[in-house]
């Protein structure tokens, strides 16, 4: 059987060591995830100096290149978002950012470095929206080279108007749980086929490469 390793990088606005909801869903993932054998590690994005910018390494200290390292390492990225305005959070927009960079990153074969890699999305607010960021954050993330499994997002948001975060809502084995069982063990699952059964290269027409994209 395949090892993986899986990544969650916590896209919460507050710096550790403050109490974040992402985390906290994040962390489940991992329990989950460690349930179907994989290890992980959970970053908090904005601890790290990262730079805005569509490269690998914006230079100048940026706090990227490190970050990457442990992502390319990894065989599943799970991304941990709250919900600001109906939308994935600034930070988890930059990192998507990032990853556009990966468009011009192959292996030996010509393939994206991304390819063969699992990514999942985990949500928390107080407001409607999860679909929403779920789908901005899945299809950002197909699109610069990674698979989604069925499945592959968990969520949690509370009443309108209200002010009670995730990690004070107390247990939610039946919703919000269920859907990160799903998460884990369909990621795990489809990153050990995609680690067992990689795609083809691309042919000599450049098939199975993904869009290029210039930067504005």
């Excluded at 985390?23 to 730079?51: F, I, N, S, T, Y």
């Excluded at 490190?66 to 600001?84: D, E, F, G, K, S």
């Excluded at 901005?136 to 610069?144: G, M, P, R, S």
């Amino acid at each position: 059987m395949a090892s993986i390793r899986a990544l969650v990088l916590n896209c919460t606005l507050k710096p550790s060591p403050a109490p974040s909801s992402s985390d906290k869903l994040g962390r489940e993932v991992l329990a989950e995830l460690a349930e179907q054998g994989v290890d992980g590690d959970l970053v908090r994005v904005v601890d790290h100096d990262v730079r805005f910018g569509v490269s690998t390494d914006e230079g100048g200290g940026d706090g990227w290149p490190a970050i990457r390292a442990t992502l390319l390492a990894a065989q599943i990225l799970v991304i941990a978002t709250p919900i600001w305005l109906g939308q994935p959070s600034s930070v988890c927009k930059m990192v998507l950012e990032r990853l556009d960079a990966e468009l011009s990153e192959t292996d030996a074969e010509g393939r994206l470095m991304t390819y063969g890699k699992v990514a999942g999305v985990a949500v928390v607010g107080n407001e409607d929206g999860a679909h929403h960021t779920i789908g901005q954050v899945q299809q950002a993330l197909n699109e610069v080279g990674f698979t989604c499994a069925a499945a592959g997002a968990t969520y949690w948001v509370g009443e309108a108007l209200h002010k009670v975060d995730y990690r004070d809502a107390g247990p939610k084995p039946d919703t919000t749980g269920r859907t990160t069982k799903a998460l884990a063990l369909n990621s795990a699952h489809l990153a050990r086929l995609l680690a067992e059964q990689p795609y083809p290269p691309p042919d000599a027409r450049g098939a199975g490469v993904g869009p290029s994209h210039e930067p504005a």
